[in-house]
């Protein structure tokens, strides 16, 4: 490892790691099921991937996790795909999200901002009762366990309820944020049949008002399962014609009913980002997302009672399923429904600030974007409650680390966590009785066999290699929608090291048990067998003050070549002249590798990227290569197609 992490950023004291929640647990995990009283926890981690039924059994006996029917054993079958979870057991996720009404039924369950940024509060007793009310509603409409609910939402307390009750009466909830287009939100609801739509008449975003409902009526029109629709009057229109009002499903006073679902009973289906084709529909389980995020949020991210959880996101995205789950830690959790990056770069942090966020979740291109724009948070906002600020999206630059611990507090817990929308959690990341290291993630997630692994299976360290995990997770997807023979879940997974998951990323595990990311291992750039993720140059390049953003590809030529150009995206007023030029090789050549240095720099219009904010390397690489744009993307998955003309221009003079 290099000597710059010789020294932690940041060490817990002893008294934090003490109040940990992490701590607490291991101690009690050490009394009632044999698990190692010392040796921290690198010992408890050992202990939970080598025990997986012993350690999952506790943590559902920790959080106290209500199961209505007994289950027989805790993992039936362990084989990976079709491992098979708690069987026999029933219970209800959304019965545990409101169980906290009834010691704070008068305190915010849910903390509501938009760009006007005055926080409103929906208490506990508020919550309950609403959910309560369309739980029936959706009972009436003939709504059944297993029926299909989607949502076409903006991040507003509406969507958190339409989930929950949806949960309550074992339906399966999908939802697109609004900023996606009606061909985007149809290659993922059509594939699951909707039988009911919640959707807005528009949102609020950037200062503007933006009208939805000729989108609406588009997706009314070609949802052809749909029973019911209900309108949300964000922008105080009047329900279209045919549409259920929102307000008369929510008004009634009446206790929540909780179907009670097998463990395995699908909760939901996310969405991949579809940049090559259909969307993948993944489906995860009630009782599977209910243990993963009791244990991702309650130990790893140390959230209780007294706790504000905000992570800037929206519906189209897992982090905000994930965020809706700090409901089942008794948690109060803060919808931001608005730009990032409004009225100015430093919103997030004044959203922070005016809800008393104690753990703050963001992503590692805001953090860049904020110090790129010289914002100074501890400076402008009062942040004294932040304990935590994680990230993810991407992996966060060691800069990323250095100047959220100047620029924040130096005594600041810094996650940098890394999962992905097929398991709905994190791999590796908070940890909070760990040093963090600048550029590291803190460790594997409990439960969580992480390993990095070479093409032939034999496991690294202080290497990078394949991100894989050698035993189920209970939130790994139940399967695919639409897969009768399970064959797109097994080849998304399972067909480089059979029975073993790999994700797709590259990682190095260190030998003092931290995780780096170094990006997507189908782009990763290989020049003379040496491999480096594109991650590693981006964040090198983007200190230069010239590149906004950029984008690098790796591209096998007929003749045994390898073009390896880089796109750059400038900042206002920049240039790309010789001196800029050779100022980004030269950084490339010093910081990183002389086999990295790229062949051409390109100027671009912009970078493009996925509705979630990720850039598109690989449908590049297939538009460079000569893929019609209509094979080579999925038109609907993409912020801006304009930008991608650009790159079919370009392949189309180098043919």
């Known amino acids: 490892m290099s000597t710059e992490n ?78 098979s979870w708690f069987p026999g057991a029933t219970l209800n996720y959304a019965e545990h999200a409101l169980r906290a009404t009834a010691t704070r039924a008068d305190e915010p369950a849910l903390l509501h901002v938009d760009e006007t940024h005055d926080p409103r509060p929906v208490t506990w007793a508020q919550l309950r009762r609403q959910v309560g009310s369309l739980a029936a509603e959706l009972r009436a409409l003939g709504v059944r366990p297993g029926d299909r609910v989607s949502g076409y939402l903006p991040n507003i307390p509406e ?30 609801f059509q594939q699951v049949e909707p039988v009911v739509l919640f959707t807005i008449d528009g949102y609020r975003y950037g200062g503007k008002q933006h009208d939805r409902r000729d989108t609406v009526t588009e997706l009314r029109a070609e949802l052809p399962t749909l029973r019911a629709v209900v309108h949300i009057p964000v922008l105080g229109t009047e329900a279209p014609e045919g549409a259920l009002d929102w307000s008369a499903l929510t008004g009634a006073d009446v206790e929540p009913v909780f179907e009670q679902v097998p463990f395995d009973h699908p909760l939901w289906v996310l969405y991949s980002s579809g940049t090559t084709g259909l969307p993948k529909a993944i489906v995860q389980s009630q009782g599977g997302i209910l243990v993963e995020h009791l244990k991702q949020l309650g130990l790893h991210c140390d959230l209780g009672p007294e706790d504000r959880f905000f992570w800037y996101t929206s519906t189209g995205w897992m982090m905000w399923n994930f965020l809706v789950s700090g409901l089942l830690t008794g948690t109060t959790v803060v919808l931001y429904d608005g ?85 709905c959690s994190c791999f590796a ?34 290497e990078v290699g394949e991100l894989v995990v050698t035993n189920p997770m209970p939130s790994m997807p139940i399967y695919f929608w639409n897969d009768p023979d399970g064959s797109r879940y097994h080849d998304s997974y399972f067909d480089t090291y059979p029975g073993v998951w790999r994700h797709g990323d590259w990682i190095t595990v260190t030998s003092r048990g931290s995780v780096v990311i170094h990006g997507r291992s189908d782009s990763t750039l290989n020049r003379q067998g040496v491999r480096m993720g594109s991650a590693d140059i981006y964040e ?116």
């Not at 350690?55 to 959080?63: D, R, S």
């Not at 958190?160 to 944020?177: F, I």
Request: negative net charge; aromatic residues 8%; proline residues 8%.
């Open 159 to 188: 969507a958190v309820v339409a989930l929950l009750a949806t949960a309550a009466v074992g339906g399966v909830w999908t939802s697109c944020a609004p900023d996606f287009g009606a061909r985007s939100v149809l290659d993922r």
């Open 540 to 655: 090198a390049v983007e200190r230069l003050p010239e590149i906004k953003e950029s984008l690098v590809i790796g591209l096998e030529q007929p003749d045994g070549g390898y073009w390896m150009p880089l796109f750059v995206h400038l900042t206002p007023g920049a240039t790309l002249d010789d001196a800029l030029l050779g100022r980004i090789k030269q950084t490339i050549r010093e910081q990183l590798s002389p086999r990295h240095v790229p062949d051409e720099v390109i100027e671009v219009p912009g970078i493009p990227h996925t509705l979630t904010g990720k850039r598109i390397e690989v449908p590049v690489k297939r538009l460079l290569q000569g893929t019609p744009l209509d094979k080579a993307v999925n038109v609907g998955s993409i912020d801006n197609l304009d930008l991608l003309h650009f790159y079919e221009d370009l392949a189309r003079k180098r043919a």
């Open 339 to 423: 730009s990032p990056g409004y009225p100015d770069t430093g919103a997030q942090w004044r959203v922070a600030e005016l809800t008393r966020a104690t753990l703050y979740g963001t992503s590692a291109a805001y953090v860049m974007a904020c110090r790129k724009a010289e914002v100074h948070p501890s400076r402008d906002y009062d942040l004294s409650s932040v304990r935590c600020v994680a990230t993810t999206g991407s992996p966060l630059p060691p800069d990323g680390f250095r100047w959220l611990h100047d620029e924040v507090r130096d005594d600041l817990w810094i996650a940098s966590v890394s999962g992905g929308t097929d398991v």
């Open 429 to 462: 990341g908070a940890v909070p009785t760990l040093p963090v290291y600048i550029g590291e993630l803190q460790a594997p997630g409990l439960g969580t066999d992480l390993q990095s692994w070479d093409p032939s299976g034999e496991p690294l360290t202080d």
């Open 6 to 83: 010789a020294q932690p950023l940041w060490q817990p004291d002893s008294e934090r790691i003490a109040d940990a929640r992490i701590t607490k647990f291991q101690t009690w995990a050490a009394e009632q099921h044999g698990a190692p009283a010392d040796g921290g926890y690198a010992a408890l981690h050992s202990w939970s991937v080598a025990e997986p039924e012993v350690f999952w059994k506790a943590v559902t006996e920790w959080f106290d996790v209500r199961f209505s029917t007994p289950y027989a054993r805790v993992l039936g079958d362990r084989s990976m795909p079709g491992a």
